[in-house]
C-alpha cells in the first residue's frame, strides 16, 4: 500500500538512523484502568521469552506505570543527540516520562501539543534496537492517542478492555480509529473478565459473558480472555513481572508475530 493511503492525515516519523525499530504495536484502549499497561508489560515479556529483542515506549504520561512494573529507575542518560532506553533485567528497552524525571512522584503538567512532542521525541530520538516496540497508550482516543496513531508507522493494534456496557462503544472507537488509518487491530483482550475459584476451579463470569460479536464485527481476529488474578496485581505491584508466568496473552503475542512475518520482513 502507497505511504500516503496509509497516512491520511499527516507524514509518518522515522527512528534515528542508528536505532532499529522493527515493528510498532499500540495497545490501546478507550477506557482507562481497564489493564492496558498490565497487557503492554506481559506481552513484552511473552516476546521476550519467545526470543524477540522487545522496547517498551510508556506514552502514558499521566500514569506511566511501566517502569514500575520492570522495577527500572532514570535518570535516563544520552549522547546528546539521542537517549538511550532504560533495560530490564531481561534486556525489555523501557522509555518513559518517569525516566526522565529526577523526582518520578512529580506530575508532568504540559498540554496537548507538547505531549506530542516528547512522545514523538520517544520514538524518533532514542536509540533504539528492538524487534518489537509495544506502545502504552494513554487512555481515550483523542489528542496525544490519535497524534502517535497518524506519525508511528504502527504495524497493529491491540485494544485492551473490559467486559462491561460499555466494551462495544469502547471497542467500536478504537476500531473506527484503525480502520481510519490502515492499521490493522489484531486481537481484543478483555481483561479482568471472570475469577476463577481458588477452590474448586470453577470459572465464574463476573460481569456476565464476553460478548464476542464486537470482534467479529470488525474482523478482530483474536479475543484474549484475562481473569481478575491477584497475581497480576502482585507482580505488578512489586515490580516483579518478568517472574510471572501463565498462558494468558499468548494468543495475541502470537497474532504479532505472525502478522508481522507477514508484511515485510524484519528490518
Ligand atoms: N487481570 C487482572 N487481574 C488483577 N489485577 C489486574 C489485572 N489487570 C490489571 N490489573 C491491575 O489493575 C490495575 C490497573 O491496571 P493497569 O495499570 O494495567 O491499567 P491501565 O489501563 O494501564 O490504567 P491507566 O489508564 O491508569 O493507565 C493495576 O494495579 C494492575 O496491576
Ligand atoms: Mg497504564
Known sequence: MAETEKAPFLPKVEPDKKAH????????????????????????????????????????????????????????????????????????????????????????????????????????????????????????TADVSLTIFQKIPLSSAIVVSTPQSLVDLIVEKSAKMAELLSVPLLSLVENMSYILCPNCKMRIDIHGKVNYDIASKHGIPVVDEVPFDVDITKYMDEGKIEDLEFEYLKATAKAIVDVSKDSESLK
Not at 48 to 77: H, W
Not at 109 to 127: A, D, I, K
Open 21 to 140: 525499530v522493527g515493528h510498532a504495536v499500540a495497545i490501546l484502549s478507550g477506557k482507562g484502568g481497564v489493564g492496558k499497561s498490565f497487557t503492554s508489560s506481559y506481552l513484552a515479556v511473552l516476546l521476550r521469552r519467545m526470543g524477540y529483542k522487545v522496547g517498551i515506549l510508556d506514552a502514558d504520561v499521566t500514569g506511566p506505570s511501566i517502569p514500575y512494573a520492570f522495577n527500572v529507575k532514570g535518570p535516563v542518560v544520552g549522547d546528546g543527540t539521542l537517549f538511550f532506553p532504560v533495560k530490564s533485567k531481561t534486556g525489555i528497552e523501557i522509555m518513559s516520562s518517569n525516566l526522565l524525571l529526577n523526582h518520578p512522584d512529580e506530575p508532568i503538567v504540559w498540554r496537548g501539543p507538547m505531549l506530542s512532542t516528547l512522545l514523538e521525541q520517544f520514538y524518533t530520538q532514542v536509540l533504539w534496537d528492538v524487534d518489537y516496540l509495544l506502545i502504552d497508550m494513554p487512555p481515550g
